[in-house]
C-alpha cells in the first residue's frame, strides 16, 4: 500500500521558517515525480514544487522562488520542502504527492497518489 506522510506543519510567524517533510512508502521516490501542493482555505489547490532524481527541481510556484527550497534524501525516502521568509499567504494545508509519469507534475491529474496534508499557519 503507498502511502505518502506530510508532517512538520505549524504556526509560525511571518518572516520565520519551516520545514515539512513527505516520507513515502510502498514507493521509492527515486522512481516518482515528487510534488508538493497547497490549498489556502476559499482558494484552489495549486502546485508548489515538482522534483525527479534524474532534473532535480522541474517547477517552483513563482510567487515561493527564492525562498522554498525542495530537497530530497533517497536513504530515508523522504522529500523536503523548506519555506524560509514565510508570509500571510502562505497560510495553507500543505500536501504531497507522488507521479509516475514524469513531466505531468505540477498539474493535479498527472498525480498518482496524495497524502494527507500538513497545515502551516503564517500569523502576522
Known amino acids: 500500500e503507498v502511502q505518502l506522510q506530510a508532517s512538520g506543519g505549524g504556526l509560525v510567524q511571518a518572516g520565520g521558517s519551516l520545514r515539512v517533510s513527505c516520507a513515502a512508502s510502498?514507493?521509492?521516490?527515486?522512481?516518482?515525480?515528487i510534488g508538493w501542493f497547497r490549498q489556502a482555505p476559499g482558494k484552489e489547490r495549486e502546485g508548489v514544487s515538482c522534483v525527479t532524481s534524474r532534473d532535480g527541481v522541474t517547477y517552483y510556484l513563482q510567487s515561493i522562488k527564492g525562498r522554498f527550497t525542495v530537497s530530497s534524501d533517497n536513504a530515508k525516502n523522504t522529500v523536503y520542502l523548506q519555506m524560509n521568509s514565510l508570509k500571510l499567504e502562505d497560510t495553507a494545508v500543505y500536501y504531497c504527492?507522488?507521479?509516475?509519469?514524469?513531466?505531468?507534475?505540477?498539474?493535479?491529474?498527472?498525480?498518482?497518489?496524495w497524502g494527507k496534508g500538513t497545515q502551516v499557519t503564517v500569523s502576522g
Open positions: 510502498g514507493l521509492t521516490i527515486g522512481d516518482y515525480e
Open positions: 504527492a507522488a507521479a509516475r509519469l514524469w513531466g505531468l507534475c505540477p498539474d493535479d491529474y498527472g498525480m498518482s497518489y
